[in-house]
Each structure stands twice: as structure tokens, then as C-alpha cells.
Nanobody, 128 residues
Framework: QVQLVESGGGLVQPGGSLRLSCAASGFSLDRYAIGWFRQAPGKEREGVSCISRSDDRTYYTDSVKGRFTISRDNAKNTVYLQMNSLKPEDTAVYYC?????????????????????WGQGTQVTVSS
């Protein structure tokens, strides 16, 4: 059974850090581009960061550049999102999903509808 499971969310103060994990089962993560997306109440789901299938190219939306880092551990079949210097506007439910197709990672990441096998999400709340 193909499944992605997110974990690592929580409540953190502004300026703090969290590391999200996206664990895959039923398939090999290294065969797919993987994306992290987030959705805040009343807002559309947006691509936060994606990593390509073959050469580990990465994409970050402008608001998280320099603060978030995406990485993969193929041995653990897991993709991570290290989030530093968190801001209240980072508060959202974070999801991971997979993509297999011809689009480059920066193009695909802007199109959540192209991704599939969505996890259940993990809540990130940044508040003092």
C-alpha cells in the first residue's frame, strides 16, 4: 500500500525550529520528486519546498528561502524539511506528496494538483 506519513509538527515560539519527516511505504522515494506543501485556514495549499527525483535539485518558495532545507535519506525512505527561524506566518498544516513526470522541480512544486499520494498532514503552529 502506497503511503506517505508526515510527523514532527508542533507548537514552537517565533525564531524556533522544527524538523518535519515524510516517511514513505509501499514505494521507493528516490523514484519520485517529493514536495512539502502547507495550507493555512482560509488559504490555498501552496508549495513550500520540493526535491527532484534523480539529481536532488531543490526548490523553495520565496518566503522560506534561507530558513528551510529539504533533504532525503533514501536508506530510510524519508524526506525531511528542516525549518529554522520560524515565523507566525509559517503556521499551517504541512503535507508531503509525490510527483512523477517531466516537469522540473520548480515548475511542479507550484502545482500541487500534479502531486499525489498525499499524507494526512502535520500541524505547525508558531506562536508566543
Amino acid at each position: 500500500q502506497v503511503q506517505l506519513v508526515e510527523s514532527g509538527g508542533g507548537l514552537v515560539q517565533p525564531g524556533g525550529s522544527l524538523r518535519l519527516s515524510c516517511a514513505a511505504s509501499g514505494f521507493s522515494l528516490d523514484r519520485y520528486a517529493i514536495g512539502w506543501f502547507r495550507q493555512a485556514p482560509g488559504k490555498e495549499r501552496e508549495g513550500v519546498s520540493c526535491i527532484s527525483r534523480s539529481d536532488d535539485r531543490t526548490y523553495y518558495t520565496d518566503s522560506v528561502k534561507g530558513r528551510f532545507t529539504i533533504s532525503r535519506d533514501n536508506a530510510k525512505n524519508t524526506v525531511y524539511l528542516q525549518m529554522n527561524s520560524l515565523k507566525p506566518e509559517d503556521t499551517a498544516v504541512y503535507y508531503c506528496a509525490r510527483y512523477y513526470g517531466p516537469l522540473k522541480v520548480d515548475t511542479a512544486c507550484a502545482r500541487p494538483a500534479f502531486f499525489g499520494s498525499w499524507g494526512q498532514g502535520t500541524q505547525v503552529t508558531v506562536s508566543s
